[in-house]
């Protein structure tokens, strides 16, 4: 953002009306027209980039690596002992698997950009006095912005009102105590950290409520001018990734010690010529190292990360990949998440009556109704007194869009709004008429809001509104049609109770006159006094969507546990709606706190809901069920919610209603707030790692196979069945074509109907290394009897190499067909037919071999021959067989690990 070069001028020793004046502003904000012209001019209010690394840079650390370094010396000392086209064709492979790592590398980068994108702060700013919900990059500087407990300071403020406002300034000044703000100026020297009237783009709110003029904005602001020190770029190598690199290390250190083995072994005890023994050493490395495996695997990932965010999951580190495949409980906020987040006003009740409202969400439409006749709110005097009271203390503005009627503020405030609005109301004109004074903000340790308004008669009000046992403490009365009667608690609490377990939320409101002259509000000024007006019950209905993702968790072995703010009685209503257990076992934060942790490890295996809790709560349930072992992942949406979600093995914050805090803190963001878009992560982040084992199940053997065949020849002294540049053929075709279709490959069938995935499982299982080994020694017996076939037939070497490099690549396609399902049989229709990007890579492989066995220009460059319609059936025939062996090894490995106890 260009703000010019001058000096800025010292805004904390400013007054706030200077302020104003200097960036031509006003209290209730620019016009439209105005923040359009002043974005235009400065630029998005978003910090420059890090420098990136360069394509040809990129380009050259995709060849970085051990595997690589050594299929390189090899084609070296292959050139200088003349084997020019076998060193051609080793460079080809190099060159191919740098290009793909750098197309990825470049995708993954894309990707994480469109993450950022995704996941970018929205802040709440004054525009011609009226709220509006904008990006922050739009913050322009003039700007009035909102702030309240868990935002993110989108800019540079100076705080022109402050209720309560503390802020975590860490970042820039280390303080790891939120500091406490005021309006005030300051001397012009202080220091940043003694800042009082400022709040700093990039700090969070951690309590209270402020509004503030934008007076930097993007690289203009504190932040901006230490970002090269934040401008770090995410690390993309997860642990698995990490796993595999030791893994490849160990690999090519095996196999180079085996090749010198195998060079010695040939040369001294077979009598082989040095050039060919070192060719054949050559071609025992080659054939080994699987160079290909660290791009399809992270292709693997980064399709995963791809098909999440289509389901509204976004992975903002990529580890959570990998952990999502194993998460064995879920603990789940409720509102917004589990139900739609859109409150609406479903009952009012009075001293005298009780009504009903209908209409559904934010749309003002619906009508008012007592034991079942419709009514005119308007004529009720003690409920309209109490339709007024919700639309004045509320900071809610609702607004109609092109798709919908949208909220800008809390939700349950937004459907006091539509209530006023369905009574008759005109509310904008209603709070102009009444215009608030001073306000006592919303916060979770005193559980209630006030506001003060006065008339432009001169007659003041305190309105109250807050949960029904903190409202009745404060209350001594109650509004009736004839003036006020002493407060019968025991009776008001048994009505909030009968709306909550009808799953209603239930707010109460009570009123207090003011003086005419009283400009501030205290908590003494409503601590008790108080004249109940009544309650007000919300629904806000499980998402359809949520029930059915419920009920695909419990299958797959994953509990959900509901941890919410809400009264116990709405929670367990809430909770059995969405089939979380027929009779849900409830337990209240007060319960949790008189738990030791022996208790406590009990306790979270047998509830179900836990209610009226807080963020401290949150955490502590959350180690409870790690300290059993058990892989946990975590929503919420608020600052103090960062503990939790960070403690969580998975944390997953809110895209909508999120705070910036809650993000940051998170692996995943769910840009719909959906707890179904949380599951299909999970069977995402399970088909993931399916993949991932598919492709090491897949790579190892067929390299194995082809180094089992070089090492059979070179230990019994015999002629090569396939030289080192057709194995380079074979790797390079099978690498690309084949390979990396196993990244595309959906979730199959069942996948949500196992138990989890254990948290320590090893990365190569008994059962997958019987499988490699099994594939591998297959792999040999078919290459040296094709081999020998073609010999005892009188076929030219060339022929006879020939065959077998078709075998070995037809025994590879078969047994794609067999890796494509780990947990089932594939000799099913889907399974035969395959995936569109199996058949692609088999419909290249089939022709790259036409070609390698019947073209005239790879017959002189890899010394093939044509092959008779005999041999072609022969290989189809061994390919078929391979299938069948492995299927029904498959089958009747299935069938004895289900035959024994616990199977």
Known sequence: ??????????????????????????????????????????????????????ALVRFALQVHNLLIYVLLASALVSLLLGHLLDSLVILIVVVLNAVIGFLQEGKAERALE????????????????????????????????????????????????????????AILTGESVPVEKATDPVAAAAPLAERAAMAYSGTLVTGGQASGLVVAAGAATELGRISRLLGAVEELKTPLIAQMDRFARQITLVVLGVSAAAFVFAVLLRGYAMT??????????????????????????????????????IIRRLPAVETLGSVSVICSDKTGTLTRNEMTVRAVVTANDSYEVSGAGYVPAGAFTRAGIEIDPAQDGMLAELVRAAVLCNDAETRETEAAWLVDGDPMEGALVVLG??????????????????????????????????????????????????????????????????????????????????????????????????????????????????????????????????????????????????????????????????APVVRTGEEVDRLDEADLAQAVRETTVFARTTPEHKLRLVSALQAQGLTVAMTGDGVNDAPALKRADVGVAMGCKGTEASKQAAEMVLADDNFASIVAAVKEGRTVYDNLRKVIGWTLPTNGGQAATILGAIAMGWTLPITPVQILWVNMV????????????????????????????????????????????????????????????????????????????VLEIFYLFSVRYVHGPSLTWQGVLGTKAVLIGVGVTVLAQLAFTYAPPFNAAFETRPMSLLDAAAILGAGVLLLVVLETEKLLRKAATNARPGG
Do not use: Y
């Not at 011609?128 to 300071?153: M, N, P, T, W, Y």
């Not at 060919?276 to 995963?304: K, R, S, Y």
């Open 276 to 313: 060919d023994a070192f060719m054949a050493m050559v071609g025992l490395a080659v054939a080994a190292i699987p160079e290909g495996l660290p791009a399809v695997m992270t292709i693997t990932l980064a399709v995963g990360v791809q098909r999440m965010a289509g389901r509204n999951a």
């Open 421 to 582: 609005a369905k009574s008759g109301l005109d509310v904008s004109a209603l709070r102009k008429a009444v215009p608030r004074t001073d306000e006592i903000p919303f916060d979770a340790a005193h559980r209630f809001m006030a506001t003060l308004h006065h008339d432009h008669e001169g007659n003041g009000f305190i309105f109250v509104k807050g949960a029904p046992e903190r409202i009745l403490d404060m209350a001594h009365a109650a509004r009736t049609m004839t003036g006020e009667r002493p407060l019968d608690r025991a009776a008001w609490s048994a009505q909030a109770d009968d709306l909550a377990a009808q799953g209603q939320r239930v707010l109460a409101f009570a009123t207090k006159p003011a003086g005419a002259c009283q400009q501030s509000l205290t908590f003494a000024d409503v601590e008790d006094g108080l004249v109940l007006l009544g309650l007000v019950g919300f629904i806000d209905p499980p998402r359809e969507e949520a029930i059915a993702a419920v009920a695909e968790c419990q299958s797959a072995g994953i509990r959900v546990v509901m941890i919410t703010g809400d009264h116990a009685i709405t929670a367990r209503e809430i909770g059995q709606q969405l089939g979380l257990a027929r």
């Open 1 to 54: 953002m260009n703000q010019g070069n001058a000096a800025p001028p010292a805004w904390h020793a400013l007054d706030a009306a200077d302020c104003l004046t200097q960036l031509d502003s006003r209290t209730d904000g620019l016009t439209a027209a105005e923040a359009a012209s002043r974005l235009a001019a400065d630029g998005p209010n978003r910090l420059p980039e890090a420098p990136r690394r360069g």
């Open 114 to 169: 469109a993450i950022r994108a995704m996941i970018d702060p929205k802040v709440t700013v004054l525009r011609e006095g009226v709220r509006r919900s904008i990006a922050a990059e739009e913050v322009v500087r003039g700007d009035i912005v909102l702030l309240e407990a868990g935002d993110r300071v989108p800019a540079d403020l100076r705080l022109m009102r402050s209720r309560n406002l503390r802020i975590d300034e």
């Open 734 to 809: 099978s690498a690309v074509a084949l390979g990396m279709t196993l990244a595309f490959e959906p979730a199959e069938p069942g996948s949500m109907a196992r138990p989890p995935r254990r948290r320590d499982a090893p990365l190569v299982s008994g059962e997958l290394a019987w499988q490699i080994l099994l594939v591998t020694i297959l792999f040999a017996i078919f290459a040296f009897g094709m081999f020998f076939w073609a010999g005892q037939r009188g076929l030219p070497i060339e022929e006879a190499r020939t065959i077998v490099v078709n075998t070995i690549v």
